[in-house]
T-cell receptor
């Protein structure tokens, strides 16, 4: 079984551009979570989605950030008009219905110049 | 918010058992105790989780105090590959979904000495 896949692994954007981060959950997993990790810090929860639904977005910044998990295809975390403070590692995790732990992807490292 | 307290760092000799402590004195009755670990430049890896009873799996054991205000992750024989940051997390369960909101702290950085 393939694990959680994220792409790209590294993304460089200039201030003001858009960043799109993709996450393909493990086969059979219908729950997706996004986290952000700033350098030398722990992961911060951003959003929890199930297919076509946002369940909990309490960790999402109010502006410029959005997430979706469509019926078909990967989950997308979108950051509009990126700023230097958005530079971080963004991790996606998935879990099956009924729980049993979250399985994390390798992360996307976003660098904003 | 329920929070956990862990030592910043610990050392262990290779092939010896490791006991990683975690205090969570404000835990509520429905909070599950989760442990994850993160190797450098990688995503976190699930280790184990439990509610009240001690738990064992192929990676580790989780010993939960009777009052649930503390727990200990036990690695039975540390290897060099176990060197990582270990996070003790109180997962807030989403009703009916079997999933949890996890809040990661700074964790314990475990070094394994050959």
């Amino acid at each position: 079984n393939a694990g959680v896949m994220q792409n790209p692994r590294h993304l460089v954007r200039r201030r003001g551009q858009e960043a799109r981060l993709r996450c393909s959950p493990m086969k059979g997993h219908s729950h997706v979570y996004w986290y952000r990790q700033l350098p030398e810090e722990g992961l911060k929860f951003m959003v929890y989605l199930q297919k076509e639904n946002i369940i909990d977005e309490s960790g999402m910044p109010k502006e410029r950030f959005s997430a979706e998990f469509p019926k078909e295809g990967p989950s997308i975390l979108r950051i509009q008009q990126v700023v230097r403070g958005d530079s971080a590692a963004y991790f996606c995790a998935s879990s099956p219905p009924g729980g049993a732990g979250e399985f994390f992807g390798p992360g996307t490292r976003l660098t904003v110049l | 918010d329920a929070k956990t307290t862990q030592p910043n760092s610990m050392e262990s000799n290779e092939e010896e058992p490791v006991h990683l402590p975690c205090n969570h004195s404000t835990i509520s009755g429905t909070d599950y105790i989760h442990w994850y670990r993160q190797l450098p430049s990688q995503g976190p890896e699930y280790v184990i989780h439990g509610l009240t009873s001690n738990v064992n799996n192929r990676m580790a054991s989780l010993a939960i105090a009777e009052d649930r205000k503390s727990s200990t992750l036990i690695l039975h024989r540390a290897t060099l590959r176990d060197a990582a940051v270990y996070y003790c997390i109180l997962g807030i369960a989403y009703s009916g979904a079997g999933s949890y909101q996890l809040t990661f702290g700074k964790g314990t950085k475990l070094s394994v000495i050959p």
